[in-house]
């Protein structure tokens, strides 16, 4: 047999390589404000990504603990423990994660003193879903499909509107 030439075996296999559904993207969405945060699960969701939601730093820090995510979205005037307090136990924490920050008052002074904390994307309030799905889609390098969607827990009834405002 030539050497360009591939045993029967070796096609199956990579013929099963490539019909693999990849895993789903995962994740984790830290927002207070319950409006606004099921409005981002619910769009991200109808979108094919996998979600959780949690409204607060303390919660996400559980979450990231527990559970392998591709991207965390974060709010960072929350109670509890801000987005910028939650994305520094990140980084000394060493765990390898994009970021988006979506926030109404992005830190720009704690972002120039320390620039290790800067995210990977920043999302000024208001923005629409449509901004915020091209932010993932960016930072994730994923094409208008994400990954297949597996089944997850059931969730409440989110609001799914294409692009609303967000105030800040």
Do not use: C
């Amino acid at each position: 047999m030539s050497e360009s030439q591939s045993t029967p075996a070796t096609n199956s296999v990579d013929s099963a390589k490539q019909e693999q559904p990849r895993p789903p993207i995962r994740i984790l969405v830290v927002e207070d404000e319950v409006e606004i945060r099921h409005l981002i699960v619910g769009k991200l969701r109808s979108t094919g990504f996998v979600v959780d939601e949690t409204e607060n730093g303390v919660f996400a820090w559980s979450y990231l603990q527990a559970y392998d995510y591709d991207l965390l979205i974060t709010d960072n005037s929350m109670p509890k423990m801000t987005g910028l307090e939650l994305l520094a136990k990140l980084r000394a924490a060493r765990i390898v994660l994009p970021v988006i920050m979506a926030t109404g008052v992005p830190p720009a002074k704690e972002f120039a003193e320390s620039p290790w904390l800067i995210p990977d994307a920043t999302l000024a309030k208001p923005y629409t879903l449509d901004e915020l799905l091209e932010t993932v889609r960016k930072v994730l390098h994923v094409a208008d499909s994400p990954r297949t969607n597996v089944a997850v827990k059931p969730r409440e009834n989110t609001n799914t509107q294409d692009s609303p405002d967000f105030a800040s």
